[in-house]
């Protein structure tokens, strides 16, 4: 299992689209320790787009401690280390961590701090590590659902699933349909005198190949192509006629 | 240059909290398709948490064609491929295909839908390549402005930034030290017969040390741990006494 800890949030709102977030990539364990406005939150149903109706109930603690007290490894969200002996990961080098001990039958966790505060010094010694997140030096404040949802987005791509929809295009047309079209594209532009000099014509031929060839034409494109030819030559056929 | 482009957004909070993703991430050039409340928006201000105010002015377009007009290559979000004929990305390959054409000078985009209809196939056909975002694909919806945090975050990754703190943590005390500290455990240790009988004192020791080993212990933290041992042996020396 993999927890989210939110340690002291503020907003209603942050918590629902942290929650969002989290089910979006498939994470469902949402704790929440002594969330300023209580539980449950109008704000964060409003905010979580169904996501609170579908996970798991949230679970609520009085302490960091106890939110934590069946994990087996929790990583501390922080933009500073804080002069404190901890291993420090980006999201991308955490989840590999963390799912390494998810194999390993541990319960893993990520502890967030609240939206003004951050964690505390204490809440940061009960982890076995600090997540720092990239960001401009210059802007660096991310919003805390902003925060989960990198996590879970890094989460889901150990996951094996590397794009929503699959890569279901046709495939290429075989090269020798490819030389077909080539071919009657070069005969037809030799009958419009398109090529001048016997110089330039083997240069402005391959040119025109590695135009068509960069482009992986499918055959419905190369079908296209021919009517487009065809048109442009003006000798469409009419329907019914040789 | 890498814009971002929202096309027709409607709520005027993801517009801003998609500047703030941007600038959280290092990018300001932000462009809006006939954005449905009109510009400026005094609730894209409020939730950009200052970032409208730090990056250029927001550039307002009546069609997508206008939108991207001087880019060289634009990708279109969406978790659909709809039968088009394209490259599929996901949102790290589509920062690979991004950064290498932006090392050749070109200028380059990604095309975000708004939120209730995302984009339509003619906006699609106008884009090199689709990027997929994996998500559950049992709550799969995104929002927009984590959609654009999550293009942000794999852009920074490509710009040699991968953790906000330096991992500025003291180097591990020397082999030496943590062997004189060893030693120093064992021999107090062997006082208070701790090792019962030879034929598991050598496998007690091992893990003693094992224990000890793991924590790539500072110099520093053998201090404590030899004042500690001082400590509960109540051996500990008054302040100039030998």
Chains 1, 2 share one sequence.
């Not at 300023?36 to 960091?64: C, K, Q, Y």
Request: hydrophobic share 40%; charged share 20%; glycine share 8%.
């Amino acid at each position: 299992m993999f927890s989210i800890i939110l340690s002291h949030p503020q907003m209603g709102e942050n918590i629902g689209a942290a929650a969002r977030a989290m089910l979006n990539f498939g994470l469902t364990d949402l704790r929440l320790v002594a969330p300023r406005d209580g539980w449950p939150n109008e704000r964060a149903i409003a905010n979580a787009a169904g996501a609170l109706e579908i996970m798991p109930p949230v679970r609520i603690f009085d302490s960091t401690v106890e939110a934590v007290a069946d994990l087996h490894c929790v990583l501390a969200t922080t933009s500073r280390t804080r002069d404190m002996v901890k291993p420090v990961f980006n999201p991308e080098s955490a989840v590999e961590e963390l799912h390494q001990r998810l194999t390993q039958d541990q319960k893993i966790g990520v502890l967030f701090g609240g939206e003004r505060a951050g964690l505390l010094n204490d809440e940061i010694a009960l982890c076995h590590g600090i997540i720092s997140i990239p960001t401009n030096p210059d802007f660096a404040s991310l919003n805390l659902a902003q925060s989960v949802l990198l996590l879970g987005y890094e989460w889901i791509k150990t996951q094996g699933t590397l794009t929503a929809c699959d890569d279901n295009n046709p495939p290429p047309a075989p090269l020798e349909d490819k030389e077909a079209f080539f071919q009657r594209l070069e005969t037809e532009l030799d009958a419009t005198h398109f090529f001048r000099s016997e110089g330039s014509e083997a240069i402005m031929k391959r040119n025109v190949r590695n135009i068509f060839s960069r482009a992986d034409l499918t055959q419905g494109e190369l079908n296209i192509l021919h009517g487009i030819i065809s048109a442009l030559r003006g000798n469409k056929k009419k329907p019914g006629t040789k």
